[in-house]
């Protein structure tokens, strides 16, 4: 039975190499009501990378993760999940397959513990034994929950429970992990730890579609990087690429990056 690391294929350095696309955007139309906030996206998450998606505000970054959870169907184009079109299968049979998504809002069950909120993340796993042995995996690489595990999930700070929903994620064994903005409202300290921690998921074969408002943290983690603007793609290449473009960089970065 698959346990919690994936098995990754071979990556170039810099994470160029070719890789299958374990998700592809096609033509991508969507929104909410009458208005559409993406249009004609397309573009692939390559399998075993960390694909980050940056933008500023308004560009569709929440939009187009809507349409890879089946929160939002697309008025035109497709969604494809390893070469089967999604546009008809629900929230719960996209989980079937293997796609977790950690929500930009907090999610946790505040009243329930850091146990029973993780162990939540297997609802859809009927083997206890399984459940049991990915239960203690998760136990082994967070701290946190190691740490807190008998405790509310109330109690804990918003890093500690971004923290348990990675976990919670994990439980599922997922084959694509979506990440909405982890790093919202978090102090220095604790972004770098979620970041360490989603560039470990990662390092672990995990394939990572990233959408993040501190664009330049989140694509110096990247193999791959996606600029939205106004709904359409604006530019897509390597992280690095992305980060050295000067038009790029100039616009949505702050200026052209800096080492590292």
Do not use: W
Request: glycine content about 14%.
């Amino acid at each position: 039975m698959a346990e919690l690391t994936a098995t990754p294929e071979a990556v170039a350095p810099g994470g160029s190499a070719a890789a299958p696309a374990i998700l592809a955007f096609e033509g991508v139309v969507a929104g909410y009501g009458g208005g559409d906030i993406l249009h004609g996206v397309s573009f692939e998450v390559p399998e075993h990378g960390l694909t980050c998606v940056v933008g500023p505000n308004g560009a569709g970054k929440s939009t187009l993760l809507a349409t890879v959870s089946g929160l939002v169907r697309p008025r035109l184009g497709d969604v494809i999940f390893r070469g089967e079109r999604l546009r008809g299968c629900t929230p719960r049979e996209r989980l079937e397959r293997g796609i977790v998504q950690v929500p930009q809002n907090h999610s946790l069950f505040r009243e329930m513990t850091v146990r029973e909120n993780v162990e939540m993340g297997a609802f859809l796993v009927r083997d206890r034994a399984l459940v049991r042995r990915r239960l203690e995996q998760v136990v082994e690489r967070f701290p946190v929950v190691a740490e807190r595990l008998g405790a509310k999930a109330g109690s804990l700070s918003g890093g500690q429970q971004r923290l348990v929903e990675f976990a919670r994620c994990l439980m599922l064994d997922p084959a694509l992990v979506v990440l909405d903005e982890p790093s919202m409202g978090l102090d220095p300290r604790t972004l770098r730890l979620v970041f360490d921690t989603v560039r470990a998921m990662h390092a672990d074969g995990r394939t990572v579609l990233l959408v993040e408002q501190n664009a330049r943290a989140g694509l110096k983690l990247a193999t791959h990087g996606v600029v939205l603007e106004n709904g359409r793609v604006r530019f897509s290449g390597t992280g690095r690429e992305v980060l050295d473009n000067p038009e790029i960089g100039a616009l949505f970065l702050g200026g052209a990056a800096r080492g590292g």
